[in-house]
């Protein structure tokens, strides 16, 4: 019985080690998962509520910009913008889709362009308003910034 006693205490020291584990750094490992991070990419695109039942990552995508395209295209439609600079065929829009949903459109005009840039800036200033509530980009389920180049087709006809 003695020796049975003497077992078990003596297993009962040593097991202890198993059960006493390190308990590791909580900034080492916030800087491990932070580095495993790809911060040139978002969890999730921008999205309309329209494109909010595509499960497919690719196709979410594209139905979040083609329906972009439309609304803008839509609300220049045969505009004044293609009348002030019929040379130009196609506008390049810098979107900007804030945290907060918002949404901010920059033209991008070629650096040796002729053409009034203030004045087709501020027409598109006042046409590309009221768009429909887009949920933004997110990363790692946090809502952020993301911002993107449109090409938009201006339409002289109106076909």
Known sequence: MKKLILLLFGLQLTSCQYFEKQV?????????????????????YPSFP?????????????????????LVQEKLGADTVALLAPQIDT???????????????????????????TQID????????????????????VPVTSQFILPVILDVQGD
């Open 50 to 70: 329209e494109c909010d039942a595509i499960t497919d990552k690719n196709l979410r995508k594209e139905c979040f910009f083609s329906t972009l395209t439309r």
């Open 91 to 117: 506008i390049n829009l810098k979107v900007t889709i804030l945290a907060d949903a918002s949404m901010k459109f920059e033209p991008q005009f070629p650096v040796d362009t002729t053409i009034n840039t």
């Open 24 to 44: 590791p750094d909580e900034d080492a490992l916030l800087q491990e998962r932070l580095k495993e991070i790809d911060w040139n990419k978002v969890s999730s």
């Open 122 to 141: 501020s027409i598109l200033k006042v046409k590309l308003v009221d768009f429909p509530q887009v949920e933004p980009a997110q990363k790692e389920g």
